[in-house]
């Protein structure tokens, strides 16, 4: 399995941006689909967006098409996810994870390895 770390969360006003990103370990990073999914207090984690191996398609949840923005950098082993116009029902901690698997509804399920999670606060 692959050993994922998150990286740059933080405080912001609603309407402001924030940039995620997630450190892979492994030599076959590319074979990997990549996903972040958050999860915010009492609820259950949930899907945000995922990204193929080659990184040539991206999948975003509903609410946040047209705000966030999934990417890799194969290369470097490293995924991000750009997050626009953030709004309070994001706050969160964000998770990025791993899966061999590709689904165009993927669920926590389908990914083996994940982060230990990056805390998101939105205010208003």
């Known amino acids: 399995q692959v050993q994922l770390v998150e990286s740059g969360g933080g405080s912001v006003q609603a309407g402001e941006s924030l940039r995620l990103s997630c450190a892979a370990s492994?030599?076959?990073?590319?074979?990997?689909?990549m996903g972040w999914f958050r999860q915010a207090p009492g609820r259950e984690r949930e899907y945000v967006a995922h990204?193929?191996?080659?990184?040539?398609?991206?999948f975003y949840e509903d609410s946040v098409k047209g705000r966030f923005s999934i990417s890799r950098d194969n290369a470097k082993n490293t995924m991000s996810l750009q997050m626009n116009s953030l709004k309070t029902e994001d706050t969160a901690v964000y998770y990025c994870?791993?899966?061999?698997?590709?689904?165009?509804?993927?669920?926590?399920?389908?990914?083996?390895?994940w982060g230990q999670g990056t805390q998101v606060t939105v205010s208003s």
């Open positions: 994870a791993a899966g061999r698997s590709f689904k165009v509804v993927p669920t926590t399920a389908d990914f083996a390895s």
């Open positions: 990204i193929t191996g080659s990184g040539g398609r991206t």
């Open positions: 492994g030599r076959t990073f590319s074979s990997y689909t």
